[in-house]
């Protein structure tokens, strides 16, 4: 058997790797600004990912390049998902983009780029794999924020993110070097197995997990670790704002994943104590803050913040039900901000953004199907039945009592009571006010019928929630069971 | 069965399938056709309900038109509904609304008339849902799915001050529902992994849990029913919304809070309800008799309508918590005539406001010179609201008082106080209203009502006598159910 034979794990990264060097190449010669093959390339390569992926999907758990790279049932749904949500993204943003002269090469090089560090991350074993891969996908999407060069807000986002994300690596790899010191070995697996026999150093594994978490909580923008994200989110070109609020929080679960359940087990009673204070405080900072904002993307920054902390009491609850339904939390999640990002874009027209509270007044005397469709997509983030938002409190919350803790529980009913009030205060504007403007919406087919997919997907799976639930379920039990 | 189908998922999906196709009608253009299709839908599905109540078997407190399906196999949760002689009437008076909302928005509603009508529909689906549910998510989903449809129909069509009671009306809602949430996952665990209310009503489970669980649901359907003194947002929303909007309000949604009481916390948490059953009839009687004398200082007569339900529901929750027969199945009768009662009088002040686009009782008088044949019926409904012997409003509330007087004398008192207050209250309004002289200029133009009011009133006129003169109909389909969950609720859980 040939040594290549032995990589197809790995497939989908190699060709998309590949990939990305022929699209960049192949952009050099087109001077088409819609960029039509290019971005035809583009979702063909994820196409082709998700085959590769399918293909080489085997039951149970493959390690590979020493113990650096796993592949198992959770990774393959995972990319499957991030390939899915990529390619939505490319789909909502590219006229939204083209109109406003960013539909370049490079942003499409660069979001798969950021791709491939999530891929690596979903699949890494290996604590330097997962930081290539956080790496990776940091890179990328800093300098996609700077992308709009001549936008102060742009800029200035871009250096916030830039400056507190080197700071969070910083803070991630000075953990991963003490628990190197402690333990030995940077293996995931043998990580926990050292952990299990006995450290000498207990502080300095204990230092070690510290550091760990806040490098996560910073990548995860949970309080106290949150303070770029509003701005980040505001100050990004809207395409990629929603590129940077949906595909990285499947891949930072699975770094959770890896990292705190796969490696960092036995010290359990250490680091669900940590993520309880950090799901509190996001959950309150987050919701509260919420409420004050009148710029639609800061409000949706502020309710990211208060969906993670919900998506750490899952991880904090530990067991098949807690992470499971953290997966599921985090896949309805993205699904939901798929669709508020879209809907913003989807308003904006050339040299006008429709990301400020006002411009959603009177939607439905704009476009009834429109409204509707937010309507779903804001009462499924506020947790309203029968909306998808629903199951993912609901399995959470299951997740949270089932393991004892029914305080934590009513404090994250209440934060999401309080949360509910700025979700339905938008539907209050597109329902209630009349409109500001009376400009026609001009939708492109595309994206208005992959807005009409996505809201209806939500009420769907609102519905029929089973089959994702048991997939997220069945998934996480598989990773974790065959370790 | 209707075609292969259970006679329950019909009524359940049948008006909401015609909420769907209402909205396909599009805008205002198609408003004729949007009309027509509602009504058919609303018929059909009060029609469909009727094969409920002839065929359910009298003698027996099981559930009946039972369908399961696999619905969450992860949690174990069911697609599971079912009646028994509590629920059955009222999925009845539900759907048997469906049609006057519908009609009674006929003309009124000139903007949107397709959203409104679907809104509607899609209500009177869900809200059977509630009722029907044996599954706790299930019940759950349509608990909350209900609030949607409610929101959009204060908000959107609703009066001056309609943003902040469909605000309010939401949030206060939705507060109590997602302690109930916490509750029945933390019985979700506790009975092994099981979601059936029949099940969560078989677990033993400790005092002080029972306590916590009992306030959970408190929180949950005291705000519904609505209880003094989380009661505040339902005078506002019932102002502000439309005539439908008050109907459905007054005569479903409170009573699935009420029901709730029934359902959940007496039968799953008995030893609490027994040990707070004090503090619950305290709230009762406030709401009777302080709410009542609230009622009296209305000048608006949706608020002062209002007020009397509140009141009114003070007794369901009074009869409910005395524990006994009289008690129990008068709370039931009770607010089945507040149904019909209470749904007419909002129609009545609908009709009024139509045409004098004002509630204030200040601005009226001598309306039965004008409007004859409308201040008869208004007559009728008013005193049935007072408890006129041989309306249906005499009945629930007899029973109630009788069943009080069983525990405790003084509880009867205060509770037949209303009988006092709410002829004071809603007798002066009529008073001020229908008699006198005529009190101005736009008073004398009124026209009497049409054909289709009269329709509507004569419908609801029929229901309150019928039920006031031979209750039996109502009364025995509920007996071996109310004696079944007496038995239940005299048994320790601990």
């Known amino acids: 058997m040939s040594y290549l034979s032995t990589l197809y794990p790995a497939y989908a990264e190699i060709f998309l790797l590949v990939m990305v060097c022929v699209i960049l190449i192949v952009d050099l010669f087109l001077t088409n600004p819609a960029k039509t093959l290019t971005y035809m390339l583009v979702q063909l390569t994820l196409l082709g990912c998700a085959l590769i992926t399918v293909l080489t999907h085997q039951p149970g758990v493959v390690h590979l390049f020493n113990n650096m790279f796993v592949d198992d049932l959770m990774s393959d749904v995972l990319k499957l998902l991030s390939y899915l949500t990529v390619s939505m993204v490319l789909v909502y943003s590219r006229h939204y983009l083209i109109v406003r002269g960013l539909f370049t090469g490079e942003f499409m090089v660069l979001t798969l780029f950021a791709l491939l560090g999530m891929m690596v991350m979903i699949s890494a074993s290996h604590f330097l794999t997962l930081y290539m891969g956080l790496e990776l996908l940091s890179l990328s999407l800093y300098a996609m924020v700077a992308l709009q060069r001549d936008s102060a807000v742009s800029t200035e986002a871009a250096m916030k993110y830039f400056i507190l994300g080197a700071l969070a690596s910083g803070l991630l790899l000075y953990g991963m070097s003490m628990l190197y010191g402690a333990t030995g070995t940077l293996e995931v697996a043998a990580v926990s197995d050292a952990i299990q026999h006995g450290v000498q150093n207990k502080a300095l594994l204990t230092f070690g997990l510290v550091f760990i978490v806040s490098g996560l909580a910073f990548k995860l923008g949970v309080v106290p670790f949150h303070m770029w994200v509003p701005d980040v989110y505001h100050g990004a070109p809207t395409a990629v704002t929603m590129l940077i609020g949906t595909a990285p929080k499947l891949a930072a679960f699975a770094f959770v994943m890896r990292i705190l359940v796969e490696g960092l087990q036995p010290l359990m009673t250490h680091w669900s104590g940590m993520l309880v204070i950090l799901a509190v405080l996001s959950m309150a900072v987050g919701n509260i803050s919420a409420i004050a904002q009148t710029n639609l993307k800061r409000m949706l920054a502020y309710s990211t913040i208060a969906h993670m902390g919900f998506l750490l009491l899952g991880v904090l609850s530990g067991g098949i039900d807690g992470y499971g339904s953290a997966m599921f939390y985090a896949v309805t999640y993205v699904l939901m901000s798929l669709g508020a990002f879209g809907m913003i874009m989807l308003l904006s027209r050339a040299g006008f953004e429709a990301d400020t509270l006002d411009d959603f007044k009177g939607l439905n005397q704009r476009s009834p199907w429109l409204a509707f469709m937010m309507l779903l997509l804001m009462f499924s983030m506020a947790g309203v039945p029968p909306t998808v938002g629903f199951y993912a409190k609901f399995s959470v919350l299951q997740a949270v009592i089932g393991a004892g803790h029914i305080p934590l529980a009513i404090i994250a009913v209440l934060f999401s009571f309080i949360g509910a009030f700025y979700y339905l205060r938008i539907v209050k504007l597109m329902y209630f006010d009349a409109p500001e403007s009376h400009v026609p919406i001009s939708m492109q087919p595309d994206s208005g019928l992959l807005i009409s997919i996505n809201g209806l997907a939500v009420l769907a799976l609102g519905i029929m929630p089973g089959a994702l639930m048991s997939v997220c379920a069945v998934a996480v039990q598989q990773s974790l069971l065959l370790q | ?494």
Request: charged letters at 10%; glycine letters at 8%; one cysteine or more.
């Open chain 2, 1 to 494: 069965m209707i075609f292969g189908f259970h006679l329950l998922s019909v009524a359940i999906w049948l008006p909401i399938i015609f909420g769907v196709l209402v909205l396909a009608t599009g805008d205002d253009k198609n408003a004729p056709l949007a009309r027509i299709i509602a009504m058919v839908g609303a018929v059909l599905g009060f029609l469909v309900t009727i094969p409920l109540y002839t065929g359910f078997v009298r003698d027996t407190s099981d559930m009946q038109f039972v369908e399961i399906h696999d619905w969450i196999t992860r949690f174990n949760i069911h697609y599971h509904l079912g009646v028994d002689g509590i629920s059955v009437l009222f999925i009845l008076l539900t759907a048997f609304f469906t049609p006057i909302v519908v009609l009674a928005g006929w003309k009124v509603i000139e903007k949107r008339v397709a959203q409104y009508m679907a809104a509607f529909l899609i209500m009177s689906g869900v809200m059977i849902g509630v009722f029907a549910a044996l599954d706790a998510v299930l019940f759950y989903v349509f608990w909350e799915a209900m609030l949607i449809p409610m929101f959009l129909i204060i908000g959107v069509w609703g009066g001056a001050n309609r943003v902040y009671a469909a605000v309010k009306f939401f949030l206060y809602t939705l507060f109590g529902s997602l302690l109930m949430l916490v509750a029945l996952i933390y019985l979700y665990n506790q009975s092994g992994g099981s979601f059936a209310i029949l099940d969560f009503h078989h677990v033993a489970i400790p005092m002080t849990a029972q306590i916590f669980i009992f306030i959970a649901f408190f929180f949950a359907f005291a705000v519904k029913v609505p209880m003094f003194p989380v009661h505040t947002w339902l005078p506002d929303a019932h102002v502000e919304a439309p005539t439908g909007g008050s109907v459905v309000l007054a005569a479903i949604m409170l009573k699935v809070g009420a029901y709730g009481f029934i359902r959940f916390s007496l039968p799953i948490a008995p030893d609490a309800s027994h040990y707070l059953s004090g503090v619950m009839i305290a709230l009762s009687l406030i709401a009777v008799v302080y709410i009542g004398l609230v009622a009296l200082a209305q000048t608006d007569m949706k608020k002062l309508v209002a007020y009397s339900s509140i009141s009114h529901m003070g007794f369901v929750t009074l009869g409910i918590f005395i524990f006994n027969a009289y008690g129990m199945e008068g709370a039931l009768l009770q607010m089945i005539s507040h149904g019909f009662v209470s749904g007419a009088l909002f129609l009545c002040i609908g009709v009024l406001y139509d045409r004098m686009h004002t509630r204030n009782i200040a601005d009226y008088g001598g309306v039965a010179k004008t409007m004859p044949v409308f201040a008869a019926f208004f007559m009728l409904f008013a005193m049935a609201n007072s408890g006129l012997p041989g309306t249906s409003g005499f009945v629930g509330e007899f029973m109630v008082i009788m069943g009080a007087v069983k525990v405790n004398f003084w509880y009867a008192f205060l509770a037949a106080s209303t009988l006092i207050f709410g002829a004071a209250y809603t007798l002066w309004m009529v008073k001020r209203v229908i008699f006198g002289a005529v009190a101005n200029h736009h008073v004398a133009e009124l026209t009497d009502i049409t054909l289709r009011e009269k329709v509507i009133f004569a419908v609801l006129a029929l229901a309150v006598l019928g039920m006031g003169l031979y209750p039996l109909p109502f009364s025995e389909i509920m007996h071996a159910s109310v004696n079944d969950l007496l038995v239940h609720v005299a048994r320790s859980k601990l």
